[in-house]
């Protein structure tokens, strides 16, 4: 079983900066992809960037140039950098990871509980 567990919301002003940590623990072969989505009140969840095998990584169109998202695969950890916040930013943040828990099982889906970040003065 894989569990992640996210760190690092909270409340910060607007042009603030945030960083939003996620540690994969577990057994696994195989982390394919690790990513961060968010959720507002009354609206769907919602990718914020990805970052898979190979370096690659894709941002939403809303955080373009203001998020970074990095990882440490020693650690099993992504990173979510988050810059010059904005009130719409606030959102429940959760850690996705598809893992490959062996080489004979079919990579699964994984979620976090989810951190608050609010935005607001």
């Known amino acids: 079983q894989v569990q992640l567990m996210e760190s690092g919301g909270g409340l910060v002003q607007p042009g603030g900066s945030l960083r939003l940590s996620c540690e994969a623990s577990g057994t696994f072969y195989n982390i394919i992809s690790m990513a961060w989505y968010r959720q507002s009140p009354g609206k769907e969840r919602v990718l914020v960037a990805r970052?898979?095998?190979?370096?690659?990584?894709n941002y939403a169109a809303a955080l373009e140039g203001r998020a970074t998202i990095s990882r440490d695969n020693a650690k099993n950890t992504v990173y979510l950098q988050m810059n010059a916040l904005k009130p719409e930013d606030t959102a429940v943040y959760y850690c996705n990871s598809i893992v490959q828990t062996t080489p004979f099982k079919a990579p699964a889906t994984y979620w976090g509980q989810g951190t608050q970040v609010t935005v607001s003065s």
């Open positions: 970052a898979t095998n190979g370096d690659v990584t």
